[in-house]
């Protein structure tokens, strides 16, 4: 959004010229314009302040409405930016009272919404988006995915369909369509359940068992992992979609040695490549493990780096064991482990099995240090900066008051 872009400051100018005998602190003529030029320097709460007063006094004037729309909408663009989600939604609320007729607040709350998971008031707001504006590309792009992330997939395809025939080019749309056109074929015919947090599509034919177990590790994950983050519960609904090997290869495309993932929903395949059913104790801990993301996700809202992020996974889903401590002492032994800047990027799942299996073990094994020894509080502090928008060695360094340099030699020095 450009400053300034939506200022009428032509009412502005013939307004004072009109009103050069008047109050000159109370007309709203003048408000407006002293908002006008807080605004267009950056400074938009003293500029809602003299748009609010300007309002106030004229109710009636669509201009001051606008422009008090516009800076509610600037102030929450920067507070997302930082990571403040909340705080943004709540002027964006204020934006809609004022400026009901407007469509750009209703998108960009339903995308701040998004954002946050928030999936039932981001649907409920890019709707009335596109009741108010039918054809905005962004509002029906966005609440397609809005809908593709509450799995209703068809729905999303009616969205990006109309996108895509009146915008084709839209940057990266035919690929997610793509990617739910997929899901879709595999998943026509899953079985649908749903508890207090969860919605599980399954396949037919699943063990009655196992169905159970499911559910019960899930719920039981919700509880328990909330806890050790010092009480953080993700907003409803979570989907988990579980599948056969064979359906999990077709609907992710990833790679055969990938166990699960995490992309918005939790995905797992509930048999391994032979078709034989996972044990208990390894399904409940690639659905732990999945699970860590969502609660990751939550908190930094995606700004995590990889190590991290999988560490926290690992660290939370299974204890380091013996051939593990092995394999790290061996590793640092030889000199070959990573360093966690080589491990921040999410392209490190593109490394061949073997290096991705040590990148996972020392992410697990920094983390499983950093929790024990500093202790949750410090680990929060972090990922509350990072939700924040802060830098990764940056956040890191203002929680523990060490870089990287300093964490990779106590992790080396333990293994060695």
Same mark, same amino acid.
């Given at each position: ?23 000159? %602190? ?20 003293? #500029? ?29 663009? #920067? ?39 928030? *999936? +039932? ?10 009741? *108010? ?13 809005? /809908? ?53 599509? /399954? ?6 068992? &196992? ?71 390894? *399904?409940?801990?690639?659905? $732990? ?10 908190? %930094? ?26 394999? *790290? ?52 502090? $972090?990922?509350?900066?990072?939700? +924040? ?24 020095? &333990?293994?060695?």
């Amino acid at each position: 959004m450009k400053r300034g872009s939506f200022f009428c400051i032509g009412w502005c100018v013939l307004c004072v010229a009109s009103v050069a005998t008047a109050s000159i %602190t109370q007309h709203p003529a003048t408000l407006n314009n002293d908002g006008v030029t807080a605004y267009q320097a950056g400074k938009f709460i003293e #500029a809602i302040r003299y748009f609010e007063a300007a309002y106030k006094l004229a109710p009636e004037s669509a201009v001051v409405r606008r422009n008090l729309c516009n800076a509610y909408q600037s102030e929450a663009n #920067a507070l997302a930016a930082n990571g403040e989600l909340n705080r943004a939604v709540r002027y964006l609320e204020d934006a809609i009272k004022v400026d009901p007729e407007n469509v750009s607040p209703l998108i960009q709350i339903g995308a701040y919404h998004l954002r946050a998971d928030n *999936l +039932n008031a981001a649907i409920r707001r890019l709707e009335e988006a596109i009741t *108010l504006k039918p054809g905005d590309l962004d509002a029906h792009e966005l609440l397609g995915q809005a /809908y593709y992330m509450d799995n209703d997939l068809s729905s999303a395809r009616v969205q990006w369909d109309y996108v895509l025939e009146v915008a084709p080019q839209r940057p990266g749309l035919h690929e997610r369509y793509e990617k739910a056109f997929r899901e879709e074929s595999v998943e026509y015919d899953f079985n649908k359940w749903k508890s207090r947090h969860f919605r599980i599509s /399954y396949p037919q034919g699943i063990p009655g068992s &196992m169905r159970a177990g499911v559910f019960s590790v899930l719920d039981r994950a919700y509880v328990d992992i909330g806890r050790r983050f010092g009480g953080v519960y993700p907003p409803p609904p979570i989907h988990v979609i579980l599948y056969t090997s064979e359906q999990f290869s077709e609907a992710t495309r990833v790679d055969g040695h990938v166990g699960a993932v995490y992309d918005g929903k939790i995905r797992a395949p509930l048999t391994d490549a032979d078709g034989n059913w996972l044990t208990d104790d390894e *399904l409940e801990r690639r659905l $732990v493990h999945e699970y860590v993301h969502v609660v990751v996700r939550y908190l %930094t809202g995606g700004n995590v780096p990889w190590w991290l992020n999988e560490g926290l996974a690992e660290t939370l889903s299974r204890p380091l064991g013996e051939q593990d401590m092995r394999r *790290l002492r061996e590793h640092f032994a030889r000199g070959d482990a990573f360093s966690l800047a080589a491990l921040e990027d999410n392209q490190i799942n593109q490394l061949p099995p073997d290096a991705l299996r040590l990148a996972y073990l020392q992410s697990h094994a920094t983390v499983d240090f950093l929790w024990n020894r500093y202790g949750r509080i410090k680990m929060m502090a $972090v990922m509350r900066a990072l939700g +924040n928008g802060m830098g990764y060695e940056e956040a890191f360094h203002a929680a523990y008051r060490r870089n990287y340099a300093y964490i990779e030699r106590d992790i080396a020095n &333990m293994y060695r």
